[in-house]
């Protein structure tokens, strides 16, 4: 078969309007202030390896100040009606729209994913977080009749880099909604949206202290979950973290929500749309370069349909754009950092050594930078280790099925529950599946569709409490 090229021109998104500071400060009690660790560190660019700017790095004394801020804002924020508090959540959702090109652009440039992805995916679903939990805020007795909705204080959030403004909008928008205040800690290597939402959250003229921004990697994180302000702790990451997290929650007496990693399934019959779940295949293991909790990264094939869509899949992989995460024709932009790199190609090793067949399209890679071709294993056992762990990478791992019974036992044979897909033509599989799959989301005909009104989470060590719709209302409140 000769393969299919592209020769498209370049097509750079501007970097001219956005504005990145030399240095970043902690974003506390309204202000942006030196940390009193006196430490910086370095957050860069992975598509090339250059530094972007310096972010503060929280100490005790700045968590500590940080928590004073947002116990001290409490009282006020709480006893303002829904219907205001809704009206700075508005507010801070419409000049996130106002500024989008440049969220944008800061996304794409510090996390390493596709400005087309950060355009149209990332920055506008941030917003519509924040328009939909401002039409909750009013509306809380509603959402829970014959009950009274509290709020529950101070909420110490921990987000990822995978997604970094809009998990920083899922964790601020509903705990806002309710009446909270919060502590949000951005992941180490994208600080730098969190910083331009402080800016926006300043100019949305939010009393000082509901919302405070700190920066510093895993050993800040800890003195977050260990302090004693926060009644409430929300972190989106790894289940080795997550499970330090909980143990911080149960000593500390706190509400805790964790959304953890997952090993989703995706599961083609053979009365599938062959050519859409082809695309839903790419779409779920080759998005944001497969940095996602819910990546379909498990495919599970019907046997009578195997070589057909295994011979489609390669060839829509070998059309793929892996490059600059600036221009706009690219599919695959930089992985996120070196380590998630090495973890990433340390599982290529693992693959091979445990006899799976490994395919990779032979495209261009630029010779800086983190990068990694969209990989398949083919011939993979149940018991393999790509086919058990999180990889969080653009690596799909292959079975096949003959029956129904057989996939949902597979499918179900992970430590993980967060997410799956189902194709198929016929309405009754998709019901008997869904009921089946012991995961939070499971998409049909689709995947990685998100929406604020949709709760997201998952079991098992994908972890528990739900984000999004008004499920995710109630990880904010006390009754
Ligand atoms: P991580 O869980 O260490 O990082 C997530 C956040 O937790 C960051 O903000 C980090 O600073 C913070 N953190 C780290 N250690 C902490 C601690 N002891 N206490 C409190 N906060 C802490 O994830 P990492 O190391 O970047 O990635 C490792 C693996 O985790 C990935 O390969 C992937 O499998 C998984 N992961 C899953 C994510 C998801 O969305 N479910 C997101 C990020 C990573
Ligand atoms: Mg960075």
Same mark, same amino acid.
């Given at each position: ?140 007795? &509603? ?102 997290? &909980? ?52 495919? *599970? ?57 490994? &395919? ?118 006390? *009754?």
């Amino acid at each position: 078969m000769t393969k299919m090229t592209w020769d498209l021109s370049e097509a750079p998104e501007s970097k001219a309007h956005v504005q990145i500071a030399e240095r970043y400060g902690l974003f506390i009690d309204g202000e942006f202030r030196k940390p009193q660790s006196g430490m910086y560190f370095d957050t860069t660019n992975p598509a090339n390896g250059t530094k972007l700017s310096e972010v503060a790095e929280a100490g005790q004394a700045d968590v500590d100040a940080a928590f004073e801020a947002a116990d001290k804002a409490f009282a006020g924020w709480s006893a303002l009606s829904g219907a205001e508090r809704g009206k700075y959540i508005y507010r801070i959702a419409r000049m996130m729209q106002e500024k989008s090109r440049e969220l944008a652009v800061l996304e794409s440039l510090d996390g390493g994913k596709p400005i087309r992805e950060s355009r149209d995916i990332d920055v506008p679903l941030a917003a519509a977080h924040f328009f939909y939990y401002a039409g909750w805020a009013d509306k809380l007795e &509603y959402a829970f009749p014959n009950r009274t909705p509290r709020p529950l204080g101070v909420a110490a959030q921990i987000i990822p880099w995978n997604f970094p403004l809009l998990m920083a909008a899922w964790k601020i928008a509903p705990a806002l909604a309710c009446g909270n205040t919060v502590v949000i800690k951005p992941a180490e290597t994208t600080p730098l949206t969190a910083l331009k939402l402080a800016e926006i959250i300043r100019e949305a003229g939010l009393p000082n202290g509901v919302v405070n921004i700190i920066t510093g990697a895993g050993a800040t994180g800890a003195m977050m979950t260990n302090h004693e302000v926060p009644n409430k702790l929300a972190f989106t990451g790894s289940t080795q973290v997550g499970k330090l997290i &909980y143990k911080a929650a149960l000593k500390g007496n706190k509400k805790v929500t964790l959304e953890l990693g997952g090993k989703a399934a995706n599961i083609i019959f053979d009365d599938a749309p062959i050519d859409a779940a082809v695309e839903g295949i790419i779409n779920g293991i080759y998005f944001n370069q497969g940095h996602v909790c819910c990546a379909g990264s498990r495919l *599970f094939v019907q046997e009578t349909v195997y070589d057909e869509v295994i011979a489609k899949l390669k060839k829509r992989m070998d059309n793929l754009i892996v490059g600059d995460p600036m221009d706009k024709n690219t599919d695959i932009g930089a992985i996120n950092s070196q380590g998630q790199l090495n973890t990433i190609e340390k599982y290529l090793e693992i693959g091979k050594e445990e006899g799976a067949e490994m &395919y990779q399209p032979d495209c261009d890679i630029p010779s800086e930078g983190n990068w990694c071709r969209p990989t398949l294993f083919l011939n993979v056992a149940q018991s393999n280790r790509i086919a058990q762990e999180e990889i969080f990478g653009p690596v799909l791992a292959v079975q096949t099925f003959r029956t129904i019974d057989e996939v949902i036992d597979k499918a179900n044979n992970t430590p993980y529950g967060l997410s799956a897909g189902v194709w198929t033509d016929k309405g009754s599989k998709i019901f008997q599946l869904t009921k089946a799959l012991k995961a939070g989301v499971v998409w049909a005909n689709t995947y990685n569709k998100f929406d604020p009104t949709s709760p997201f989470g998952g079991y098992k060590e994908s972890g528990f409490g739900r984000e999004g719709g008004m499920h995710g209302l109630e990880a904010y409140l006390t *009754f």
